[in-house]
């Protein structure tokens, strides 16, 4: 059974940074891009970025670039989002995700930012960022 567990959340001050970790479990983790996901009270579920099954590239929504980084230790089974000086927009639960992508029909440069490519996922890490 494929589990993921994100950790790393709190209450933090505007300004500061923040690494949130996700741990993979009972699946092949090296196989599967992953993905970083947030939602904040009374809005969607929004994709901030993800990284390649190697750990090749990483791809960011625009208005993430700059702020965030995504990294992964495929020995580890552990992919990080480092977020740098948060602000208070940056308040939601942030979600990892796996996507199990067939490796075959792809370039290994793939990276898909829809949610429906993700079929694994955290329970979600509560970040909430003072001002």
């Known amino acids: 059974q494929v589990q993921l567990v994100e950790s790393g959340g709190g209450l933090i001050q505007t300004g500061d940074s923040l690494k949130l970790s996700c741990s993979a479990s009972?699946?092949?983790?090296?196989?599967?891009?992953m993905g970083w996901f947030r939602q904040a009270p009374a809005r969607e579920r929004e994709f901030l970025g993800a990284?390649?099954?190697?750990?090749?590239?990483?791809y960011y929504r625009e208005s993430m670039k700059g702020r965030f980084a995504i990294s992964r230790d495929n020995v580890k089974n552990a992919v990080w989002l480092t977020i740098n000086s948060v602000k208070p927009e940056d308040t939601a639960v942030y979600y990892c995700a796996a996507d199990p992508l067939d490796k075959d029909r792809y370039p290994l440069s793939h990276i898909s930012a829809n949610a429906e490519s993700y079929i694994y996922w955290g329970q979600g890490t509560q970040v909430t960022v003072s001002s």
């Open positions: 990284i390649t099954w190697s750990g090749g590239r990483t």
């Open positions: 009972g699946g092949a983790f090296s196989d599967w891009n």
